[in-house]
């Protein structure tokens, strides 16, 4: 089969080679991450070990800088979780078992606990707080009732 006489005919074959596998370049896998101390360094995916909560959603990872050969540990968010075990980073099976991760608290507070009870924040409140800004005498008020100047 020939094409227009402007398009170069391409063998069959010749862009890819039959049976051969996309990963089979030989390279591997280079991560880059940041040390406290040196910045940004790369390493491959054995030099991290993930450790993920029970949820599964996130976690932390652990490397020794290549650099420097300090012991770093970081969070790691459900993308970097995804990230790096599809970069070929091993899941510690040791956390897996309840052991305690670095940044692992369970009891985490909620910031919004401490929130007073009451009526939702509404548009109006917003429109309302807006006309309070721009009135200088309520400003004034509100400063002198509060201590402030």
Same mark, same amino acid.
């Given at each position: %089969?020939? @094409?227009?006489?402007?398009? +170069?005919?391409?063998?069959? /074959?010749?862009?890819?080679?039959? @049976?051969?596998?996309?990963?089979s370049s030989g390279? %591997?896998?280079?991560?880059?991450?940041?040390?406290?101390?040196?910045?940004?360094?790369? %390493?491959?995916?054995?030099? *991290?070990?993930?450790? +993920?909560? &029970?949820?599964?959603?996130? @976690?932390?990872?652990?490397?020794?800088?290549?650099?420097?050969?300090?012991?770093?540990?970081?969070?790691?968010?459900?993308? *970097? +979780?995804?990230?790096?075990?599809?970069? @070929?980073?091993? *899941?510690?099976q040791g956390d897996?078992? #309840? #052991? &305690?991760?670095?940044?692992?608290?369970?009891?985490?507070?909620?910031?919004?606990?401490?929130?007073?009870?009451?009526?939702?924040?509404?548009?109006?409140?917003v429109i309302e707080?807006?006309?309070?800004?721009?009135?200088?005498?309520?400003?004034?008020?509100?400063?002198?009732?509060? /201590?402030?100047?």
């Open positions: %089969m020939t @094409g227009p006489p402007w398009v +170069v005919p391409i063998a069959n /074959g010749s862009l890819k080679p039959p @049976g051969g596998r996309a990963d390279e %591997m896998t280079t991560i880059r991450t940041t040390c406290p101390r040196c910045g940004e360094v790369d %390493m491959g995916p054995e030099a *991290i070990v993930l450790s +993920v909560r &029970q949820s599964g959603k996130e @976690g932390s990872y652990r490397f020794t800088c290549p650099n420097c050969s300090d012991d770093v540990e970081k969070r790691a968010d459900r993308k *970097i +979780v995804a990230l790096l075990v599809s970069a @070929g980073v091993d *899941i510690d897996a078992e #309840g #052991g &305690q991760l670095l940044f692992d608290d369970d009891e985490a507070e909620d910031p919004r606990d401490s929130v007073p009870h009451g009526p939702p924040f509404s548009i109006d409140d707080f807006h006309y309070l800004l721009e009135d200088d005498r309520y400003i004034a008020e509100f400063l002198a009732s509060s /201590g402030g100047n």
